[in-house]
C-alpha cells in the first residue's frame, strides 16, 4: 500500500471516528462514563498529544527547510540574473488566483443568495476586530533586522528576504561562494532526508489531528448555517478543481489530473493541520519530488505562496462579505464588490504574516463597504470546519503556481511529472508501488 493510500484511508478514518464519538458525546447513550473516557483519554488524550506531536515535528522543519532550500535556490538562479524575473512572475499569478477565487466566490453567493431569510442570527452577534497594520508598518516589517529572531518567531517573510539575500551572496562570492553552496546543497539533502522519516508517522499523526477536532466541532454548526456553508464549500471546490486546472493547462499545457494526483498527499497534510505553513515541508517535497518542479523554483514559490497566497480565505471573504449583506438587508452594488475583489486581492499580501489573518482580512473588507463587522461573530461558527478545507485549496494553487513558473523557467522535468510509479513524498528516490 503506497503513503498516499494510507494517509487518505488515515483521514476518511479519522472523520468517521471523529463524528462517531462526537455523536456519542452529544447523545450520552453509553453514558457519562464511556463518554468521559473518551473524552479525558482518547480524544483530550491520545489523539491530541499524537496529533500535537505530529505538527510540533512538521512545524519543526519549516524554518530550516525554507531557509536552506531557497539559499539554494537563489545560488543556482543564473548568479542572481532571474530572481527578479521569478519572483514578479510568481507575484503576478498569486494576484491572479486570488482576484479569480473572490470573483468566483462573490457570483455564487450571488447567485444562490445564501443571507436572505436569516435574519434571525443577527441577535447576540458581536465581534471585536484587531486593528490591520498599516501598510508602512508591513512593508518595513519584510525586512529582517535580526534574522536569527526572525527564525525563531517563523516569520516567513523576514526568512524569505534573508534567505534571497545570502543566497545571491553566495553566488557572486567566487570559490568561497561555491564552498559555501556545496555545503548547502549538502545539507538541504539531510534535512528532505528527515522530512522523509516524518512522513512515515503520517498516516498517524492525520487520524489523531482530524478525529480529535471532528469530535470537538461536530456538525451542529453546519445546520445552523447550512446554506452559507456550501456556498463557500462548492466555491473551494470549483476554485480548486476548476480554475486552477483551467490555470495549469492554459499557461502549461500540462495535464491537470495529473497534479491534482501526485498532489494528494500534501492536500490531506492541509487538510488535518489547517496551516499552510505546518505543511510547508510536505508541499514542497512533493512539488520538487513528485511534480518535478526545480528547487531553485520550488524553493522561492512554495514558501511565498505559504505565506501570501490565500484563495482559500479570499473566497470565505467573498462569500461572507455577499452573506452579511444579505442577512442586514444592505444593497452594496456592483463598485461595492469591485471594492471587495480589490481590497482582500491587496489585503492577501499586505496582512502576509499577521496572526489571525482571515479575520483582519475579513474586518479590513467590511469596513471598506460599510458592513456591520458583528457579522463576522455569525460566520466563526462553521469557519474552523471550512478552513481546513480551504487550507488544502492553497496549498493546491502553490502547486499549480509553482508549476506553471517552473515550466516558463525551464526549470521543470515532464519526465518526472507524468512518473505514475512515484509514490514517496520525500525520500529522495522512486519507490515502485501501485498507484495511488
Not at 458583528?374 to 492553497?394: F, K
Not at 512518473?419 to 513524498?425: E, T
Amino acid at each position: 500500500m503506497g503513503l498516499t493510500t494510507k494517509i487518505v484511508l488515515a483521514m476518511l478514518l479519522g472523520i468517521v471516528v471523529g463524528v462517531l464519538f462526537n455523536f456519542l458525546d452529544t447523545t450520552q447513550v453509553l453514558g457519562s462514563g464511556v463518554t468521559g473516557f473518551i473524552n479525558n483519554y482518547l480524544t483530550g488524550g491520545l489523539f491530541d498529544i499524537v496529533g500535537r506531536i505530529f505538527i510540533a515535528s512538521l512545524k519543526l522543519m519549516v524554518v530550516p527547510l525554507v531557509l536552506v532550500s531557497l539559499i539554494c535556490g537563489a545560488c543556482a538562479l543564473s548568479e542572481g540574473s532571474r530572481v527578479g524575473v521569478l519572483a514578479g512572475k510568481t507575484l503576478a499569478l498569486y494576484l491572479l488566483t486570488t482576484a479569480l477565487a473572490i470573483t468566483l466566490a462573490l457570483c455564487l453567493a450571488f447567485v444562490f443568495q445564501p443571507g436572505v431569510g436569516m435574519e434571525g442570527l443577527q441577535a447576540d452577534a458581536t465581534f471585536e476586530p484587531k486593528p490591520s497594520p498599516p501598510l508602512s508598518e508591513v512593508l518595513v516589517d519584510i525586512f529582517p533586522t535580526n534574522p536569527v529572531d526572525a527564525m525563531a518567531k517563523g516569520n516567513m517573510l523576514q526568512i524569505i528576504v534573508f534567505a534571497l539575500l545570502m543566497g545571491y551572496a553566495i553566488s557572486r562570492c567566487g570559490e568561497p561562494g561555491r564552498r559555501m553552496a556545496s555545503f548547502f546543497n549538502d545539507l538541504n539533502d539531510v534535512i528532505m532526508r528527515m522530512v522523509g522519516v516524518l512522513m512515515v508517522f503520517a498516516p498517524y499523526g492525520v487520524f489523531a489531528l482530524l478525529a480529535n477536532k471532528i469530535a470537538q466541532l461536530g456538525v451542529d454548526a453546519i445546520f445552523q448555517l447550512g446554506k452559507y456553508f456550501l456556498v463557500v464549500l462548492g466555491a473551494l471546490f470549483l476554485h480548486g478543481l476548476g480554475v486552477y486546472s483551467l490555470l495549469l493547462k492554459l499557461l502549461s499545457g500540462l495535464n491537470p489530473l495529473e497534479l491534482l494526483k501526485k498532489m494528494r498527499p500534501a492536500m490531506v497534510f492541509a487538510f488535518s493541520t489547517a496551516s499552510s505553513a505546518a505543511t510547508i515541508p510536505v508541499t514542497l517535497s512533493s512539488v520538487e519530488k513528485r511534480l518535478g518542479v526545480d528547487n531553485k523554483v520550488a524553493a522561492f514559490t512554495v514558501p511565498l505562496g505559504a505565506t501570501i497566497n490565500m484563495d482559500g480565505t479570499a473566497i470565505m471573504q467573498g462569500v461572507a462579505t455577499a452573506f452579511i449583506a444579505q442577512m442586514y438587508g444592505v444593497e452594496i452594488g456592483l463598485v461595492g464588490y469591485l471594492t471587495v475583489v480589490l481590497t482582500a486581492t491587496l489585503a492577501s499580501i499586505g496582512t502576509a504574516g499577521v496572526p489571525g489573518v482571515g479575520l483582519i482580512m475579513l474586518a479590513m473588507v467590511l469596513q471598506q463597504v460599510g458592513l456591520p463587522l458583528e457579522g463576522i461573530a455569525i460566520v466563526m461558527g462553521v469557519d474552523r470546519l471550512l478552513d481546513m478545507v480551504r487550507t488544502s485549496v492553497n496549498i493546491t494553487g502553490d502547486a499549480v503556481v509553482s508549476t506553471i513558473v517552473a515550466k516558463s523557467e525551464g526549470a521543470f522535468s515532464e519526465e518526472v511529472f507524468y512518473d505514475r510509479n512515484y509514490d514517496s513524498v520525500s525520500n529522495g528516490g522512486r519507490v515502485e508501488s501501485s498507484p495511488g
